[in-house]
């Protein structure tokens, strides 16, 4: 059982033996997602891999549980990470621990609570339409698209418009450029053998400082911007938001240097795991017709083919259920790194202080204990009747705890928004013989992208379609946990009160190289 004295045992957890001194490096090599699940399914749901980076693989609810909220203290980050992330995004939320971190949510959270998000929504809105504006005559023609590229190019242009308002357009081109050069920095850091300090000129590191003095030049420009600025409560956007709202207990302002590393956090993994959670939902999209029938017939029931708002977020009930199943298969972060600063047991095992822990929320997701037929797509298993004993901790397709990302609402108030509006308008049809692999990056993403074709829905009124009753889980931490479009009471952020969390918090990797896994 988790959180033991450490004293009661010295065993070590079990796991494949390897080769000699190399363990299992190669298989990581290879397939790190292969090879965690055939070891959870040799092993069960605590393993050791051997190697020259020894790894412990936790998959159980009680154990994340342990990890993630009852003993979070004890497990940071791994220094590596940080350092690794931290030469992106600076001392932000992701990359900090301790005080420095609990200062920097105090002065967060408020910023992500429900009543400031209320007014992107209409900027969500509007990103998307243009998108499908641009749709149509890719449906026209008959041209394919990518959903993944799709994905990311709207996501990013969202989380533009929401930091800086007005004034992204000017610099939407190089910032879109810049923040793909940051992130394949930090996943090829992440899993380097070698990891070359940026000050070498080699071709990837100059790469990186060009688009990282792209991103500082333009962030630095609009904090100035913005201090120069009269403060308009009625236009605010995120920036200005962060920009003026001090630390409730100690009322200090957040610095430059702060108010660029929480901008540079949000722009690196903010928008990339909800751009790959969408792309995964297109696909749901064309091969599941049953379910996207379903959600279909709701969305035009409840919007009558006019654009969503957020009053109209709760009465999407089983397109809420889709969403959630699709996190549950591919959840944006696959895995998340700890490091417990003390000696500590687990599953009934021995955990010694500086252990390189990795937390799977893709191997947790498919456990058959807490899932039937834990492969298959069902959005109805997150019903009132069937969530009903679930483990909190079965479920983390963003983590959780005290740790949770204050972007919750936010994030998950964007996945509804573009996915009812794109079942109003598309019907969404894969490319035959295109390949679809996992690709286990910063985000669970898709190797070969999404390659898909476009036909327009003909009919954008609900009609005399008949939508069956989905009954919700009652209490606001259970719809938080699991996914809720709108932030419930506590703020998003304010740990296991508020439940589960989103897509800006961490995004950590085993030390070796990603997989290449087809999708089961």
């Known amino acids: 059982m988790a959180g033991q004295s450490a004293t009661a045992t010295r065993r070590r957890p079990p796991g494949p033996l390897g080769l000699p001194l190399l363990g299992s490096a190669l298989d990581f090599r290879r397939n790190p997602l292969e090879t965690f699940v055939s070891a959870w399914r040799d092993h069960g749901d605590l393993v050791q891999f051997r190697g020259p980076v020894p790894?412990?693989?936790?998959?159980?609810?009680?154990?994340?549980?342990?990890?993630?909220?009852?003993?979070?203290?004890?497990?940071?980050?791994?220094?590596?990470?940080?350092?690794?992330?931290?030469?992106?995004?600076?001392?932000?939320?992701?990359t900090t621990e301790g005080e420095v971190w609990r200062a920097q949510r105090r002065t967060v959270a408020p910023t992500f609570r429900r009543e400031p998000l209320e007014r992107f929504a209409d900027v969500m809105v509007d990103s998307t339409e243009r998108m499908l504006g641009r749709w149509d005559g890719l449906a026209r023609s008959g041209k394919p698209m990518d959903a993944r590229t799709e994905m990311q190019s709207l996501t990013l242009e969202i989380l533009a418009r929401c930091l800086f308002q007005a004034d992204w357009s000017r610099d939407a081109l190089a910032l879109g450029s810049a923040v793909a050069a940051q992130l394949e920095h930090i996943n090829a850091?992440?899993?380097?053998?070698?990891?070359?300090?940026?000050?070498?000129?080699?071709?990837?590191?100059?790469r990186f400082n060009a688009a990282r003095k792209v991103l500082d030049d333009t962030v630095y420009?609009?904090?100035?911007?913005?201090?120069?600025?009269?403060?308009?409560?009625?236009?605010?956007?995120?920036?200005?938001?962060?920009?003026?709202?001090?630390?409730?207990?100690?009322?200090?302002?957040?610095?430059?240097?702060?108010?660029?590393?929480?901008?540079?956090?949000?722009?690196?993994?903010?928008?990339?795991?909800?751009?790959?959670?969408?792309?995964?939902?297109?696909?749901?999209?064309?091969?599941?017709?049953?379910?996207?029938?379903?959600?279909?017939a709701e969305v035009l029931q409840v919007l009558g083919?006019?654009?969503?708002?957020?009053?109209?977020?709760?009465?999407?009930?089983?397109?809420?259920?889709?969403?959630?199943?699709?996190?549950?298969?591919y959840p944006p972060l696959w895995q998340v790194a700890r490091m417990p600063l003390k000696d500590d047991v687990l599953s009934g095992y021995h955990i010694p202080a500086g252990s390189f822990l990795l937390l799977s929320t893709y191997i947790t997701h498919r456990n058959p204990k807490f899932w039937d037929n834990p492969e298959g797509f069902d959005p109805e298993r997150f019903t009132r009747e069937r969530s009903a004993g679930r483990p909190r901790y079965a479920y983390v397709?963003?983590?959780?705890?005290?740790?949770?990302?204050?972007?919750?609402?936010?994030?998950?108030?964007?996945?509804?928004?573009?996915?009812?509006?794109?079942?109003?308008?598309?019907?969404?049809?894969?490319?035959?013989?295109?390949?679809v692999v996992m690709q286990?990056?910063?985000?669970?993403?898709?190797?070969?992208?999404?390659?898909?074709?476009?036909?327009?829905?003909?009919?954008?009124?609900?009609?005399?379609?008949?939508?069956?009753?989905?009954?919700?889980?009652?209490?606001?931490?259970?719809?938080?946990?699991?996914?809720?479009?709108?932030?419930?009471?506590?703020?998003?952020?304010?740990?296991?009160?508020?439940?589960?969390?989103?897509?800006?918090?961490?995004?950590?990797?085993c030390p070796h190289d990603p997989a290449e896994t087809k999708q089961e």
């Open 221 to 296: 420009r609009l904090i100035a911007e913005r201090r120069g600025a009269p403060v308009d409560g009625e236009a605010q956007d995120l920036l200005s938001m962060l920009m003026h709202t001090p630390d409730p207990e100690t009322g200090r302002m957040m610095t430059d240097e702060q108010l660029r590393d929480q901008v540079m956090t949000l722009f690196i993994a903010g928008h990339e795991t909800v751009a790959a959670t969408l792309s995964w939902i297109c696909h749901l999209l064309s091969t599941r017709p049953a379910e996207t029938d379903r959600a279909r």
């Open 397 to 435: 397709p963003y983590v959780g705890g005290p740790r949770n990302c204050v972007g919750m609402a936010f994030a998950n108030m964007e996945l509804t928004i573009v996915v009812a509006s794109l079942l109003q308008r598309f019907h969404l049809d894969m490319v035959p013989g295109h390949p």
């Open 440 to 509: 286990p990056d910063i985000s669970l993403r898709a190797k070969y992208g999404i390659r898909m074709t476009l036909r327009p829905v003909t009919e954008r009124s609900p009609g005399a379609v008949e939508v069956p009753e989905v009954r919700l889980p009652d209490t606001a931490a259970a719809a938080a946990a699991a996914g809720c479009p709108v932030a419930h009471g506590a703020a998003a952020g304010e740990g296991e009160k508020a439940g589960g969390s989103t897509a800006v918090e961490e995004a950590p990797r």
């Open 189 to 206: 850091k992440l899993i380097a053998v070698a990891d070359i300090p940026e000050n070498v000129p080699t071709p990837r590191n100059r």
């Open 305 to 329: 083919g006019r654009a969503p708002t957020m009053e109209d977020l709760p009465q999407l009930k089983y397109l809420k259920l889709f969403i959630q199943e699709a996190l549950r298969l």
């Open 55 to 94: 790894v412990v693989l936790v998959t159980h609810p009680d154990d994340l549980k342990h990890i993630l909220a009852d003993n979070f203290e004890n497990y940071p980050h791994p220094d590596d990470f940080n350092r690794k992330v931290g030469v992106s995004v600076g001392q932000g939320l992701v």
